[in-house]
C-alpha cells in the first residue's frame, strides 16, 4: 500500500540551527501539506502545496520557515532558524487531486526537539 | 472560543463496549467534518468523512453531524483492544486540496480486554 515517509524520525538541534524535513509522498498525489503537533497540543495546519507553489499558510509559516519540491518526488520543510517553540512533531501529508473523500494520506512524522 | 473543542479524555472501555467520541465548534462556516485515528508514534489517518448534517455508518463506526448545535460525534460499536488510540476530529470549510483542516485536541481511548 502506498505510504508517506518522513526523514528523519526524530532530529535533535541547538536553538538558532537550520533543520530541513524531508517528505516523499504519494507518488500519484498533487497536494501536499505540512502540519505540526507540539506535545498534547493540537495537530495544526501549516502550508498547503500545489502546482510548484505554496497554496495556503497558516500564521504559524513565518518567514522563518520554507517549503520546496526539489525533485519531483521529495518535499521539504526548512527551518532557518529554529526556536525553542519549534519543538513538535511535524506531520507530511498528501492527497489527490480530488479531496471530496477528505482523505489527506499521513506519513509517521518527524520529531523535532530544540535545544 | 476555541474553534475545536474536544475532551482529550483518557476514556477506558471494557471489549465490546460502545464508546462515544464529540466534538463541537464554533466556526458555522464548517461543511466537511472528519475523524481520524492516530495509533502511538503513528501519523493520522482518516476513519469516517461526512459532509453537512445526519448519519453516516462504516462497519461497526457511525458518524454524526448537528450543524444546527455544532456538534459532531463518532460511535464505535463493539469495541475492540485494537481501536485502541488517540481519536482526532478534524473540520474543514471546504474540500479543495487547498482547505486546510482544523483538527481537535484529541480523545486517548483504551479498550480492556
Known amino acids: 500500500e502506498p505510504e508517506v515517509t518522513q526523514t528523519p524520525s526524530h532530529q535533535v538541534t541547538q536553538m538558532g540551527q537550520e533543520v530541513i524535513l524531508r517528505c516523499v509522498p504519494i507518488s500519484n498525489h498533487l497536494y501536499f501539506y505540512w502540519y505540526r503537533q507540539i506535545l498534547g497540543q493540537k495537530v495544526e495546519f501549516l502550508v498547503s502545496f500545489y502546482n510548484n507553489e505554496i497554496s495556503e499558510k497558516s500564521e504559524i509559516f513565518d518567514d522563518q520557515f520554507s517549503v520546496e519540491r526539489p525533485d519531483g518526488s521529495n518535499f521539504t520543510l526548512k527551518i532557518r532558524s529554529t526556536k525553542l517553540e519549534d519543538s513538535a512533531m511535524y506531520f507530511c501529508?498528501?492527497?489527490?487531486?480530488?479531496?471530496?473523500?477528505?482523505?489527506?494520506?499521513f506519513g509517521e512524522g518527524s520529531r523535532l526537539t530544540v535545544l | 472560543q476555541k474553534e475545536v473543542e474536544q475532551d482529550p479524555g483518557p476514556l477506558s472501555v471494557p471489549e465490546g463496549a460502545i464508546v462515544s467520541l464529540n466534538c463541537t465548534y464554533s466556526?458555522?462556516?464548517?461543511?466537511?467534518f472528519m475523524w481520524y485515528r492516530q495509533y502511538s508514534r503513528k501519523g493520522p489517518e482518516l476513519l469516517m468523512y461526512?459532509?453537512?448534517?445526519g448519519n453516516k455508518e462504516d462497519g461497526r463506526f457511525t458518524a454524526q453531524v448537528d450543524k444546527s448545535s455544532k456538534y459532531i460525534s463518532l460511535f464505535i460499536r463493539d469495541s475492540q483492544p485494537s481501536d485502541s488510540a488517540t481519536y482526532l476530529c478534524a473540520m474543514s470549510v471546504g474540500n479543495s486540496g487547498n482547505t486546510p483542516l482544523v483538527f481537535g485536541k484529541g480523545t486517548r481511548l483504551s479498550v480492556i480486554a
Open positions: 501529508a498528501s492527497s489527490s487531486r480530488d479531496r471530496n473523500t477528505g482523505e489527506l494520506f
Open positions: 461526512t459532509y453537512s448534517s
Open positions: 466556526n458555522s462556516a464548517f461543511q466537511y
